[in-house]
């Protein structure tokens, strides 16, 4: 398993941008995929969003399609989560994830990450 921490969230007028970041600690960073999820108050943790090892594939819920855009640097064993356009809908506490890259590209479940970081905060006003 991997060591996660997030950083980067915070408060935000809508239409406004934010930019989350997710570091690793442990050795096989660059074999892990990596995704980002979200829970806002009373709801299920939903994800949000999910990048391959090396970097070349990447998912998006339909929400955030064209918004967001999830990127990784392996060298510096950081994933990130570029929030633009953001909406008061996007409040919600984010939490990045990492699982082997074996999973089926079609298994979006939180259940299937192992690791996960303590959460940032991303709140946005109207």
């Known amino acids: 398993q991997v060591q996660l921490v997030e950083s980067g969230g915070g408060l935000v007028q809508a239409g406004g941008s934010l930019r989350l970041s997710c570091a690793a600690f442990?050795?096989?960073?660059?074999?892990?995929?990596m995704a980002w999820f979200r829970q806002a108050p009373g709801k299920e943790r939903e994800f949000v969003a999910r990048i391959s090892w090396s970097g070349g594939t990447t998912y998006y819920t339909d929400s955030v399609k064209g918004r967001f855009t999830v990127s990784r640097d392996n060298a510096k064993n950081t994933v990130y989560l570029q929030m633009n356009s953001l909406k008061r809908e996007d409040t919600a506490v984010y939490y990045c994830?990492?699982?082997?890259?074996?999973?089926?590209?079609?298994?979006?479940?939180?259940?299937?990450?192992?690791?996960w970081g303590q959460g940032t905060q991303v709140t946005v006003s109207s």
């Open positions: 442990g050795r096989t960073f660059n074999t892990y995929t």
């Open positions: 994830a990492a699982r082997e890259a074996y999973y089926s590209h079609t298994d979006f479940s939180p259940d299937s990450f192992h690791s």
